[in-house]
Nanobody, 127 residues
Framework: QVQLVESGGGLVQAGGSLRLSCAAS????????MGWFRQAPGKEREFVTA????????YYADSVKGRFTMSRDNPKNTVYLQMNSLKPEDTAVYYC????????????????????WGQGTQVTVSS
């Protein structure tokens, strides 16, 4: 079982930056692929970025590529999402998600691929 708690959301002007954190409980964090999703009002939850259990090169949605950076710190049981050059269309609730993968380095883009979810943190970008 993994419990996830996001933090770091808030209100920022367009062009600004925010850094989200997701702290995980559980002794097997390092065996989980981790992802970030977001959901805007009236829209479906969408993939943002994910990273393998080992912290290899993250992969991103085209809409955030070049602006967002995901990283993980396994000893601290934490993943991060650095968001730069924010746009009003980035406004959403951002969710951290985990999938137990053992030591398999697949790619997981669908929300249904993930087993555990945080409660979400609101990010609002004003124009």
């Amino acid at each position: 079982q993994v419990q996830l708690v996001e933090s770091g959301g808030g209100l920022v002007q367009a062009g600004g930056s925010l850094r989200l954190s997701c702290a995980a409980s559980g002794r097997t964090f390092s065996r989980h692929a981790m992802g970030w999703f977001r959901q805007a009002p009236g829209k479906e939850r969408e993939f943002v970025t994910a990273i393998s259990w080992s912290g290899g090169t993250p992969y991103y949605a085209d809409s955030v590529k070049g602006r967002f950076t995901m990283s993980r710190d396994n000893p601290k049981n934490t993943v991060y999402l650095q968001m730069n050059s924010l746009k009003p269309e980035d406004t959403a609730v951002y969710y951290c998600a985990a999938r137990e993968v053992g030591y398999y380095s697949g790619r997981y883009y669908q929300s249904t691929d993930y087993d555990y979810w945080g409660q979400g943190t609101q990010v609002t970008v004003s124009s």
